[in-house]
């Protein structure tokens, strides 16, 4: 059985597709507290070099690092960016997927695995494991090994 899902350019996605969810790469939240924790510490602790070196690295991420889109969901299909190829992107149909898994690994960037029903394998790493499990579970109707409860 021939699917839809493969590796695309960006330039050949289709056209006018409703992005539902997005999913980006810089975690915004945490380099604010970042941020703010080292402000706090220049200006009332005995910790000021500390604190600068702490507001500084939450500050280049929050205003210089650029903050890509990693995953974006539509009604009928995901986008997956791939990090190591600014052109390429995987272009997976919710109805091709035969199962997913999400694998979490202690000391490196989380995974995620989808087989198509023709036995194609997409892997790419995930830095949002809270959005990205909701968002698979919400648009992909697949039991896993995780799932069986």
């Avoid at 997005?22 to 945490?30: G, L, N, Q, R």
């Avoid at 903050?67 to 190829?85: I, R, T």
């Amino acid at each position: 059985m021939k699917t839809k899902s493969n590796k695309y350019k960006r330039r050949n996605l289709p056209e006018n597709y409703s992005i539902i969810h997005t999913i980006k790469t810089k975690p915004v939240f945490a380099m604010f507290v970042f941020l703010l924790i080292g402000g706090i510490m220049v200006f009332s602790t005995n910790y000021k070099l500390i604190g600068a070196v702490f507001a500084l690295i939450g500050g280049h991420t929050l205003f210089i690092a650029k903050n890509n889109v990693s995953v974006e969901f539509s009604n009928d299909f995901m986008v997956v960016y791939l990090e190591d190829n600014e052109e390429d992107c995987f272009l997976i149909y919710y109805n091709d997927v035969e199962s997913y898994n999400y694998c979490a690994r202690m000391y490196q960037t989380d995974y995620v695995q989808i087989i198509t029903k023709d036995k194609k394998m997409f892997e790419f790493k995930c830095l949002d494991r809270r959005k990205m499990k909701k968002y698979l579970k919400e648009h992909l109707f697949v039991k896993t090994e995780n799932d069986k409860k």
